[in-house]
């Protein structure tokens, strides 16, 4: 009987390793993923401090991770002729599927699907149980989409596939950024730095990032082609974003978790008729002055992960090589060490710089 470790959270901040029997006979439709590697975002923050939970998004205990990267190891035909691949391909799964009934999946708004099941966030006492990254075999259901990624791409780039697609998605996509405009990123982090690419390849004039000083990240923030720097500690951002733009930017996409101020900074560094895109979970409510946004005529946008097309975009991407993404990896973890790569990525275990983390099966 083939079996699978995997990391369970069974509790608030409570991880444990444990083994599973990996189903041999797979439902039509669906296949089983070697896994390589997962990274990692602030969900798993999220998740691992109970928030998600509360939130009813899913009951303990659940196998963590949602951002898979890995090989086929047994696909069903159905499988195959749904997604032209095969055993033996390397692929990327998008974290969430939507459920393509309700109505908003009808109208085509699928990262609205109200009922998107989540990899990560699926119960082990379901059948088969392998619903999660943090494994060495997980489960994929029909209804997910997959990306193939090449089996050249070293493992630290590949899984950072969900980053690279957000970090693109949300900075030009979702915001609606066009060449020749400014654009204001809070919070240099992994989506924050890959979204400075996606900003230099679409032509933005201006790229600013705002920080809270790190040098370490703002020298990164520069490599990928940030204009300029600011350090929210230190300088008044909204004053420096009005003298650098001349009359406040097109783009601001808010990727700071937590934070409150950042959406008031938001609105007083915007240029009229611009575009607003809250990344960053806040996890309270925020006291908006809406007469600024209606006198510049503001649009806010939320964001509920990656749109397909910002999958299909990053993983190219990836594939391509055109970019230089070694300096974005900095941790790799087993999923025995699961709990230390959460702790780590939050801060609470101290690393000098803490961006891409990959655990691996």
């Known amino acids: 009987m083939k079996t699978s470790r ?3 959270q069974v509790g608030v901040r409570q991880v444990e390793l444990q083994t599973f ?3 041999q006979d797979l439902a039509p439709g669906f296949a089983l993923l070697r896994v390589e590697a ?6 798993d923050i999220s998740q691992y401090d109970g928030h998600t939970r509360s939130l009813g998004m899913y009951e303990y205990p ?3 991770g949602h951002e898979a990267v890995g090989y086929i190891a047994a696909i069903t035909p159905e499988g195959e002729a749904h997604w032209g691949v095969k055993e033996g391909d390397r692929v990327a799964v998008e974290p969430a599927m939507p459920c393509a009934r309700c109505g908003q999946c009808t109208r085509g708004h699928l990262t609205h699907c109200e009922r998107r099941f989540v990899y990560g966030f699926r119960s082990t006492t379901e059948e088969g149980a392998l619903w999660g990254a943090y494994s060495e075999f997980m489960l994929i259901h029909p209804q997910s989409s997959l990306h193939l990624m090449s089996p050249d791409i070293p493992i630290r780039h590949a899984a950072m596939f969900n980053a690279v697609a957000g970090g693109i ?5 979702q915001s609606g950024l066009e060449a020749g405009e400014d654009v204001v990123l809070l919070a240099p982090g992994m989506r924050t730095l890959t979204g400075v690419i996606g900003a230099r390849r679409a032509g933005a004039r201006n790229i600013i990032v705002v920080g809270r000083g790190n040098e370490r990240k703002a020298e990164l923030a520069r490599y990928y082609g940030a204009t300029h720097v600011l350090d929210s500690t230190k300088e008044d951002v909204v004053a420096e974003v009005k003298e650098i733009t001349g009359q406040g ?3 601001i996409i808010d990727f700071t978790p937590h934070e409150l101020w950042t959406l008031d900074a938001s609105v007083a560094m915007a240029d009229k008729g611009a575009t607003i895109v809250v990344v960053g979970l806040k996890n309270s409510a925020s006291a908006f002055d ?3 946004i209606l006198r510049k005529s503001l649009a806010i946008k939320g964001t509920a992960g990656p749109t397909h097309e910002g999958y299909i975009e990053g993983v190219a991407l990836i594939n391509s090589r055109e970019e230089d993404l070694d300096p974005l990896h900095t941790h790799n973890f087993s999923i025995s060490d699961a709990e230390a790569a959460i702790r780590t990525l939050s801060g609470e275990i101290k690393s000098e710089l803490a961006l ?3 655990v691996s099966a």
């Open 6 to 8: 995997a990391a369970v």
């Open 21 to 23: 029997r990996v189903p």
């Open 38 to 43: 997962s990274g990692m975002c602030g969900t």
């Open 62 to 64: 659940a196998v963590l």
């Open 169 to 173: 998605d949300w900075t030009v996509r």
């Open 249 to 251: 930017a097109q783009r």
């Open 290 to 292: 809406l007469n600024p």
């Open 356 to 358: 891409g983390i990959t």
